[in-house]
């Protein structure tokens, strides 16, 4: 066999690639076919994609088979990618007594998940090879990982090419899993004599797109990242683009800050992207409030000090491309109309600049409050303190809440709400907030998650403890914006001020819930219905409740009336 010359750099020698977990040796288990594809979708079954690049073998029939899928939500590998490989070199033809046999396989993988039983004996593996149900006839020998993240796999035998066409051999498929998508490179076979020759293959993507790159071929993505630099002329006046800086006129130091993140977003998904637990001292869902009455028993609120915000704010907006550039949801940014990247990117749409808050805190406002209820649904904010995406996305993707589409993933955390949920006791008072979530400001999400005791109800035992329509519509807010979803509260107005309730407007399904207490309603709890029941169309919103549905619906006794009929009707 006569392989061309091997250059040892190659593709991998001009990447800066991420750094891999220590090398050494990776557990291989063997599968049968269709049984590994539950391991990606709960049918068992998947749509793959194929390519193939010819092995210069004898008379080059040989080639490389790559082929990857997505695993599906419910599944045990749910949101990562498959990558398998095969050798086939049954039709390779070489002359007798000619070398005729490929002895290894190397890609550049990277961080393999670790994390998934294959073989469905109750411990993790990180490589599978399918000796039952599918072509082949060789299997694996080894699976070594190097420093770099290189997987040079060793064939049981050769793999060996034939004296006539069909007498060749071909090896089973196997592969591994990642947390990123394939991408074009290159695979590195050695044959039993040493020889090496490299041939194009599809492996997951090792680098971090150059995000600056990324965003000047996308301006209305761009555009799109603002930063609110001062006051309007209120603290609860809608702050204008006047007193925003988009990033295109940011500042040198502010613009390696996202792309740091950026870059540190990339490296936690490429190593697993598992969920970091809350960090006290840097990004959490109990952030320190800054609220000047923070003391009292007033209506709680949240205020954070800039500083913390910007990074917040940041990882954020790091986090939305990390999806989209490393195809972590099945939709994309750049399909948004100009309003839905707004909710996505721009800081006031997680808060307010608020100025000077003592002590020299400069402040931002969380959420809106019932006495300062804008007339526009755009300017609208969810009662959240926003948890860092590294909690939240994990918590919906490995809870089976990432859809193949938007509307699925709507529907699979609502129904998490249904199943879940269920609406406090008490108000929302800072004191009563403490009691309940063990913080003074809105509900922490992991407290929602794992559920508390109320501390002055404690008769009701553990509950996931959910601070009304307003805290139900901001859950909904904060982890849909963390696959990409934009989704605004909907102020309904009550006949006093201190009376209103919430929707929601899930922005780019242009479908409305016409109260955030509906997903955990009794009737609704008990139905066996599809939860995307409750939803309404823009037609029905306006005629129930205003007929311009730019606006938070005025109080009318007929608008009032129908908080809520969606759960009562539901079927």
């Known amino acids: 066999m006569v392989l061309p010359p091997f250059r040892r750099l190659g593709l991998l020698g001009l990447l800066s690639v991420l750094p891999c977990r220590a090398g050494g040796p990776l557990k291989v288990v063997t599968v049968g076919a269709p049984a590994i594809n539950c391991v990606f979708n709960p049918s068992c079954t998947v749509t793959v994609a194929d390519s193939s690049s010819p092995i210069p073998v004898g008379n080059g029939a040989g080639f490389l088979q790559s082929r990857s899928f997505r695993g599906k939500a419910g599944a045990p590998g749910q949101g990562r990618f498959a990558m398998l490989y095969r050798v086939d070199l049954r039709n390779a033809v070489v002359a007798p007594r000619a070398p005729n046999g490929i002895k290894t396989l190397t890609v550049d993988a990277g961080p393999v998940v670790d994390a998934l039983d294959y073989d469905q004996d109750g411990t993790a593996d990180q490589v599978f090879v399918v000796t039952k149900g599918g072509l082949g006839s060789v299997g694996l020998a080894s699976a070594v990982q190097d420093d770099a993240g290189r997987i040079t796999f060793t064939f049981m035998t050769k793999v060996a090419a034939g004296t006539s066409p069909g007498a060749g ?208 649904v755009d300017d609208n904010l969810p009662q959240t303190s926003f948890a860092p995406p590294t909690w939240t ?22 129904d998490w709400m249904r199943h879940h949920m269920d609406h406090m006791v008490g108000n929302s008072g800072y004191n009563e907030n403490e009691a309940r979530w063990g913080y003074r400001g809105y509900p922490p999400i992991s407290a929602i998650v794992a559920g508390t005791v109320d501390a002055n109800h404690p008769q009701f035992g553990q509950l996931h403890w959910t601070a009304g329509c307003h805290g139900s519509v901001a859950f909904a807010c904060q982890t849909l914006r963390a696959l990409n979803i934009p989704v605004l509260p909907v102020w309904i107005q009550g006949p006093v001020v201190t ?73």
């Open 169 to 376: 051999q071909s090896s089973f498929f196997f592969g591994f899993a990642s947390t990123l998508p394939p991408v074009g490179s290159s695979a590195e076979l050695l044959d039993q004599n040493g020889a090496l020759a490299t041939v194009a293959a599809r492996s997951p993507l090792r680098q971090a797109p150059d995000l600056t790159a990324w965003l000047l071929a996308h301006p209305e993505v761009a555009n799109a990242i603002k930063w609110q630099t001062t006051k309007q002329s209120g603290v609860f006046v809608p702050p204008t683009d006047a007193v925003k800086v988009a990033w295109m006129n940011w500042t040198q130091a502010q613009k390696d800050e996202l792309n740091q993140a950026y870059l540190n977003a990339f490296a936690w998904l490429a190593a697993g992207g598992t969920q970091t637990p809350m960090d006290p001292n840097g990004l959490t869902d109990q952030p320190l409030n800054v609220d000047v009455f923070l003391a009292s028993d007033l209506y709680a609120r949240g205020y954070l000090d800039k500083n913390y915000f910007w990074k917040l704010y940041v990882a954020h907006v790091a986090h939305a491309l990390l999806l989209e550039t490393a195809q972590q949801v099945p939709w994309s940014l750049t399909g948004y109309d100009a309003n839905s990247l707004r909710v996505l990117l721009d800081s006031a749409s997680m808060a307010w600049h608020a100025g000077p808050m003592g002590g020299g805190v400069t402040g931002y406002v969380l959420g809106l409050d019932p006495w300062h209820i804008p007339a526009k």
């Open 393 to 414: 996305y994990p918590f919906l993707r490995d809870g089976g809440m990432l859809g193949e589409t938007r509307l699925e993933s709507i529907g699979k955390v609502l």
């Open 499 to 571: 009376s209103g309730h919430q929707g929601a407007w899930f922005m780019t399904e242009n479908l409305y819930l016409d109260h955030g207490d509906d997903p955990y309603n009794q009737n609704v709890k008990a139905s066996p219905s599809p939860i995307l029941g409750l939803l309404l169309d823009e037609a029905t919103w306006k005629l129930r409740f205003v007929n311009d549905p730019t606006l938070n619906p005025p109080y009318t006794p007929a608008a009032w009336g129908n908080v809520g009929k969606a759960a009562v009707d539901f079927q």
